[in-house]
């Protein structure tokens, strides 16, 4: 790092004339580098030798260890790549960062295969009507992201869900539908698998369950959760069984708060009241009712199923008196007192 004594400075080589006795002195210090370590992310990195400050040439070893919920990602800056732990020669100061990202907590990644054509083929349920082939994702595996597709239920609502598969021939398929009410990205809890039956020897037939009504749990979690479609040739597939000889669709349920009898109410017209001899029933819902005429003592007289639109009853085979009509939509009754004259 110099000379001292009779000579100076740090030139090298260096002269010296020599017109009387000299002493020179010349120092060396150890060459050392620095290692600057960034975060990005939440994580920490372990160096080892531990310091920052290191001799030239020294081998260093660098762990990144993430924060729970986060990942390691990368290293930039002077050190490159995802190898960890990773090591890093010392031959002039050196700064890296690493780079931790969150990890988003998602659904198991479930997929068959559709080498004998065995698939789902049409998904009905509420608004939700598609119909496909056989589809195979970015990986070439048989599962389809559907989760752009959304429907809106009602706690306590009921719903018909229809599923149709390709059995790929004389051969028997199973189904099973699960919804994740509570929204715990899995589909293990009570009330979350559904059997939709099996079909046999169809190439876009129903299931022999559907359609199979499916009622809102009272409690299901308020907004978006998923909907998995599984159809697996000669046994049924868990929810995120893989490899199978078959096919996986998810949808998206978005669910709202019951729907009280007030919404459904107005949903409905019944007229003329009082009437003589034709009462009309108008249905502004897209969902069936059905309809019940009582006296007063509890006998049915009338029982009509209908569907959205107008159903007209003749009432002028009873008597004048006062009546019970009762429609039931979506598991919920409306009651209106009719006047016979």
């Given at each position: 790092?110099?000379?001292?004594?009779?000579?100076?400075?740090?030139?090298?080589?260096?002269?010296?004339?020599?017109?009387?006795?000299?002493?020179?002195t010349?120092?060396?210090t150890?060459?050392q580098?620095?290692?600057t370590?960034?975060?990005t992310?939440?994580?920490?990195?372990?160096?080892?030798?531990a310091?920052?400050?290191?001799?030239?040439?020294?081998?260093?070893?660098?762990?990144?260890?993430?924060?729970?919920?986060?990942?390691?990602s990368?290293?930039?800056?002077?050190?490159?790549?995802t190898?960890?732990?990773?090591?890093?020669?010392?031959?002039?100061?050196?700064t890296?960062t690493?780079?931790?990202t969150?990890?988003?907590?998602?659904y198991?990644?479930?997929?068959?295969?559709?080498?004998?054509?065995?698939?789902?083929?049409?998904?009905?349920?509420?608004?939700?009507?598609n119909?496909?082939?056989?589809?195979?994702?970015?990986?070439?595996?048989?599962?389809?992201?559907?989760?752009?597709?959304?429907?809106?239920?009602?706690?306590?609502?009921?719903?018909?869900l229809?599923?149709?598969?390709?059995?790929?021939?004389?051969?028997?398929?199973?189904?099973?539908?699960?919804?994740?009410?509570?929204?715990?990205?899995?589909?293990?809890?009570?009330g979350?698998?559904?059997?939709?039956?099996t079909a046999?020897?169809?190439?876009?037939?129903?299931?022999?369950l559907?359609?199979?009504?499916?009622t809102?749990?009272?409690?299901?979690?308020?907004?978006?959760?998923?909907?998995?479609?599984?159809?697996?040739?000669?046994?049924?597939?868990?929810?995120?069984?893989?490899?199978f000889?078959?096919?996986?669709?998810d949808?998206?349920?978005?669910?709202?708060?019951a729907?009280n009898?007030?919404?459904?109410?107005?949903?409905?017209?019944?007229y003329?009241?009082?009437?003589?001899?034709?009462?009309?029933?108008?249905?502004?819902?897209r969902?069936?009712?059905?309809?019940?005429?009582y006296?007063?003592?509890?006998?049915e007289?009338?029982?009509?199923?209908?569907?959205?639109?107008k159903l007209?009853?003749?009432?002028?085979?009873?008597?004048?008196?006062?009546?019970?009509?009762?429609?039931?939509?979506?598991?919920?009754i409306v009651?209106?007192n009719?006047?016979?004259?």
């Amino acid at each position: 790092s110099g000379w001292s004594g009779d000579l100076s400075g740090t030139t090298n080589p260096a002269t010296i004339t020599m017109d009387s006795d000299k002493t020179v002195t010349a120092t060396f210090t150890r060459i050392q580098h620095t290692l600057t370590v960034n975060t990005t992310g939440n994580g920490s990195v372990n160096l080892s030798p531990a310091g920052g400050t290191y001799d030239e040439g020294t081998t260093v070893t660098l762990t990144a260890t993430p924060d729970t919920g986060w990942e390691f990602s990368g290293w930039s800056g002077d050190l490159s790549g995802t190898t960890n732990p990773a090591t890093i020669t010392m031959d002039s100061n050196k700064t890296v960062t690493a780079t931790f990202t969150e990890i988003i907590p998602d659904y198991c990644y479930a997929y068959g295969n559709t080498t004998f054509d065995t698939s789902v083929t049409r998904v009905q349920f509420n608004t939700i009507d598609n119909s496909t082939g056989k589809d195979t994702d970015a990986n070439g595996n048989a599962y389809s992201d559907f989760t752009s597709m959304i429907t809106d239920v009602h706690r306590e609502s009921a719903y018909d869900l229809n599923i149709q598969v390709n059995t790929a021939g004389s051969y028997t398929v199973y189904t099973k539908v699960w919804i994740d009410w509570n929204q715990d990205l899995d589909f293990d809890d009570a009330g979350e698998e559904y059997d939709l039956g099996t079909a046999y020897d169809v190439t876009d037939g129903l299931t022999s369950l559907s359609p199979l009504s499916i009622t809102i749990p009272s409690d299901a979690a308020l907004g978006n959760t998923r909907m998995r479609v599984a159809a697996r040739y000669n046994t049924f597939a868990t929810p995120c069984y893989q490899g199978f000889d078959g096919e996986v669709e998810d949808y998206t349920i978005n669910v709202h708060e019951a729907v009280n009898i007030e919404e459904y109410a107005r949903l409905l017209t019944v007229y003329p009241n009082p009437v003589n001899n034709l009462l009309h029933i108008q249905s502004n819902t897209r969902k069936p009712i059905e309809i019940y005429l009582y006296n007063l003592i509890g006998q049915e007289l009338i029982h009509r199923s209908a569907q959205t639109g107008k159903l007209t009853i003749e009432l002028n085979k009873l008597p004048s008196a006062n009546y019970l009509l009762q429609i039931i939509i979506n598991n919920h009754i409306v009651n209106y007192n009719i006047v016979k004259e």
